[in-house]
Each structure stands twice: as C-alpha cells, then as structure tokens.
C-alpha cells in the first residue's frame, strides 16, 4: 500500500455546462468526495471555488477525480474526469483541465506522500 496523498485545493469553472449555473459535484469510484452535502455547488463562468480535500491513493498509483453536474430531472451530466498520478508527488501545486463537450473546469492540487 503507498503512501500518496492528494490534497484537492479548488476548482475553477472555465466554462459552464448549461445556463444559469452548473451544480458541481466531485466523485471518485462513484462515491462524492466533494461537497458533504447533497447539493452540488452552483458554478458558473469564473467561479473558483475552494475545496480542501485529502484523497489517499491506498492501492493504486492514480485518483481518478469524475466532476458531474446534477439536474433535477434525469440523470446528473458526466462533466469527465481527471486522472492525477501518485507519480506526481513533491512537483508543488498543479492543474489538471476536466473537459466535456461544452464544458470546462480546471481542478488545482498537489500529491504528496503521508508522513507520521
Ligand atoms: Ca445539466
Ligand atoms: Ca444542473
């Protein structure tokens, strides 16, 4: 089992997904991470918002980060995913785009290992 960590810092909305605003929800292996709430995060064009989260790599070398925008009606819209390396640790803090057809976010983050 590794060691790496990954501390979400914040999201950016480059482009919205739908009028009005997208509500932003973060999963990983299908389960939220973000936020603790069942309400997404109204998110529009600009907005950054700030996360905080700490994702642990456990068995794997890479944190798949899958952003969705819920919708009251029918099923929430897979807004795509980031896939962040437990390889990247120690280069300081990073960017990864998140882009669907229409739509763009940009997550910041930095990998590290655990340390006691
Ligand atoms: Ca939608
Ligand atoms: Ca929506």
């Known amino acids: 089992m590794g060691d790496g ?9 480059v482009v919205q997904s739908e009028e009005g605003s997208d509500e932003v929800v973060l ?17 529009s064009n600009g907005v950054e918002v700030a996360i905080g989260r700490d994702i642990l790599f456990g068995n794997s070398t890479e944190v ?3 952003l969705f925008d819920q919708d009251a009606i029918g099923a929430d ?37 655990v340390q006691f």
């Open 5 to 13: 960590v990954v501390r979400i810092e914040k999201i950016l909305c």
């Open 27 to 43: 999963r990983r292996d299908g389960l939220q991470i973000w936020p603790d709430g069942d309400e997404g995060v109204g998110m």
């Open 64 to 66: 798949a980060m899958a």
């Open 77 to 113: 819209d897979d807004l795509g995913t980031a896939v962040i390396h437990e390889s990247e640790a120690g280069s300081g803090l990073r960017t990864a785009d998140i882009v669907a057809p229409g739509s763009q976010y940009r997550l910041t983050y930095k990998v590290g290992r």
